[in-house]
């Protein structure tokens, strides 16, 4: 498994008691002592979705029976989360399933952004022990005593450029919230004590309606920049469509391409193969570097000719290498050559075309 050897023992087991005091409100799950292998097994991971979601993952099998079940556990979580919205930038199933630890790093720390977790004191200041250490390491905190997110890691613990998308995004919704929250808080009255008298400010109109504007201005602010996201979105699964619409055709013509060309092939082979009804074949042969051939006729079909029927046919004294014209299967149209008198030479649109190559015989290869 990958080890992430740039990460502290402290960091890593930093996120190993996080992981734990989220199980620990499930008694029947066990505490892990390892990022890699507790969060690659297949059961930590979705009864800790299970845990954090209050609902259990879809199609999870609890234990595994094997590796695929195991690995399959992963992606299902995985499918949980994209229908959650829920999208960990630069952390896959495959990732994870491998133990990969920056991966699973990466991972925990969009659960932690995303869901409600339970905390202890022990695990309070679980992501946030850094910053006293090193006021330059960017820490999401709150110092509300009700804050429904837990604090989130360290900038340092994963590449930089994760942690500024993701950290620019939560700070954007949460001061989105904050401003939200305190327009609504300043419109709800404090109750008045029992039996006081309630007298209306003479201004309170005006700043009735001051408030209702900075409410409407706010929530239209929230609004227009849902739907600017949601557009560029929609724009990129429009462009996502368009480009998997194109390698579609592009592969659909590549395979009518090669069904052509397989089809072609066996025909070729089907009509090399097959023997004339005629009992007579032409021969056709070529001595040398001649450009034109010898024709002659043999009176035996095609398939019955040996080497010695040509040569007979053929009469030539000398040494010479004997080449035929033949189909194959995986690479075409080739020249073999025959030795043997009584092999069956091979034919070529019916008819058998010869090559006849002289041979020089030198003096030392004449046996005594």
Known sequence: MLTFNSVGQKTVTTYITWVNNQLSRD???????????????????????AILGEEPVPGVVIPPKNEPTRKQNIRLC???????????RNSTAP????????????????????????????????????AATNPDKLILQNNSQNHDHPELPDKSLVASDDLDWMYSNVLDTRHQLEALKRVLLRDIPTPAPPGAEVVPHPNSGGLQCTRCSDKDGTIAELNK???????????QIV?????????NDEISSLKSVLDKRQANNKRRHEIHNTAPSST????????????????????????DITL?????????????????????????????????DGAVLPGWDGRIIAFLEKQDISLDQIEI
């Open 27 to 49: 008694p029947t799950c066990q505490p892990i002592s390892s990022l890699e292998r507790g969060l690659s097994d297949g059961i930590t991971l979705p009864k800790l979705l």
């Open 280 to 303: 007579s074949t032409k021969i056709l042969y070529y001595i040398g570097n001649s450009t034109t051939p010898y024709l002659s006729d043999i009176s035996k079909p095609l398939g």
């Open 225 to 235: 920049r849902l739907k600017d996201a949601i557009m560029s979105r929609d724009k």
């Open 308 to 340: 010695a029927d040509f040569k007979t046919l053929v009469n030539r004294t000398g040494c010479y290498r004997y080449c035929f014209k033949s189909y194959d299967t995986e690479v075409g149209a080739v020249r073999a050559e025959v030795k043997s």
């Open 78 to 88: 995985f499918q949980y989360l994209q229908q959650r919205h829920i999208h960990p």
């Open 239 to 247: 462009d996502l469509k368009s480009k998997l619409s194109a390698r």
């Open 95 to 130: 990732d994870v399933s491998n133990g990969n630890i920056k991966c699973i790093m990466r991972l925990l720390l969009a659960l932690a952004a995303n869901f409600k977790a339970y905390k202890t004191s022990e695990s309070r200041s679980i992501f946030g022990y850094a």
